[in-house]
């Protein structure tokens, strides 16, 4: 059927019953329709910057007629979906200042570890996709996350932009369809969730890992976090242009780059810029540092890779990283 628009409320009782922030989405800018809620303050720089960040402003929308993605992507947002933009004063000098591309990483851990952390919720298979990607295991994406920088003086503001499917059937799955799957394979009964329970404790935990953040660094308590929850330990990719060289995935390094090491011990970087998504496929096209032609390597008990050769050539170097056969339990 096609798309349309519908009449939506949003539950402030629920969601200011559940919000625990001292300034994260403590005031929400709630609109039923919108083109996209990330285009609310990038479109209006002087606005955004002019926000008091004690305020904790908010965009949530119901729908979304023009969504922001990567790569300059637009999305159609039905119901069903979490919405949210939550313009970020970053401090100058700080640690986030220094590091802002790790940011996207750090609210796709407090998307992830708001509903695994929540009692009874913590096998359920919803997993972050290298580098702003919310998963059902490896299997459907579930929600994405994009994050918009710009300066105005000595003032820098990120634009957090966050989409989940919450309880919306297509165009793959929802969140709750994965929480039905999760109890009929395990004999569960985990409740559904709903727009304004999620958002609720999505800015609870984002609050607590920006601050864990900026006093201890990626490592130790964010960094063991995201690897528990993500999908690409042990994954391995070729480099063709350098004589087939094998590359076994190791991490994320204090920028949110992939750290990757060769069988020599050698430690290279690939940079989130400029990726695409195969979904069906579960991979991942990433910008290499140098020219180079890759070939995929599947991950761990996924077979091997002359079971479905893929080789990518561009002026910009790609690597495929395979999420089957790969779990963040």
């Known amino acids: 059927a096609p798309w349309q628009l519908h009449s939506i409320c949003f539950d402030f009782q629920l969601y200011f019953s559940l919000l625990q922030t001292s300034t994260l989405g403590r005031t929400v800018l709630y609109t039923p329709v919108i083109s996209s809620t990330q285009t609310a303050f990038t479109g209006n720089a002087k606005f955004a910057h002019s926000i ?29 979906c979490m919405m949210f933009s939550l313009p970020l004063k970053v401090v100058m000098g700080s640690r986030l200042c220094q590091h802002l591309s790790i940011l996207q990483h750090l609210v796709a851990l407090a998307v992830v570890s708001a509903v695994r952390s929540l009692p009874l919720y913590k096998d359920l ?35 957090i932009g966050c989409g989940v499917n919450v309880s919306n059937k297509h165009p793959t799955i929802s969140l709750n369809d994965a929480i039905a799957l999760h109890n009929k394979d395990t004999g569960s009964s985990l409740s559904p969730m709903r727009e304004e329970q999620l958002l609720a404790l999505t800015y609870n935990r984002l609050e607590v890992l920006l601050g864990q953040y900026e006093t201890f660094g990626l490592e130790g308590v964010v960094e063991n976090l995201y690897y528990k929850y993500w999908l690409h330990s042990g994954s391995k990719v070729r480099l063709t242009s350098q004589g087939n060289r094998e590359v076994k995935i190791v991490g994320i390094d204090e920028y949110g780059y992939l750290k990757v090491v060769t069988k020599e011990g050698e430690m290279l970087m690939l940079q989130p810029d400029g990726n695409t998504f195969d979904i069906m496929k579960g991979l991942i096209a990433i910008k290499w540092r140098h020219t180079v032609h890759c070939t995929l390597l599947k991950g761990p008990n996924s077979g091997s890779p002359e079971d479905n050769p893929i080789k990518v050539t561009g002026l910009e170097a790609c690597t495929f990283l395979s999420i089957h056969g790969n779990s963040c339990l």
Not at 129 to 140: F, I, Q, R
């Open 52 to 80: 008091p960040s004690i305020l904790g402003v908010a965009s949530v929308a119901g729908q979304q007629t023009q969504g922001k993605g990567r790569s300059g992507n637009f999305w159609i947002s039905p119901k069903g």
């Open 125 to 159: 298979p919803l997993c972050i996709k290298w580098p702003n990607d919310l998963y059902y295991k490896g299997e459907a994406k579930l929600g994405g996350i994009l994050v918009t920088t710009f300066s105005m003086g000595t003032q820098t503001t990120a634009v």
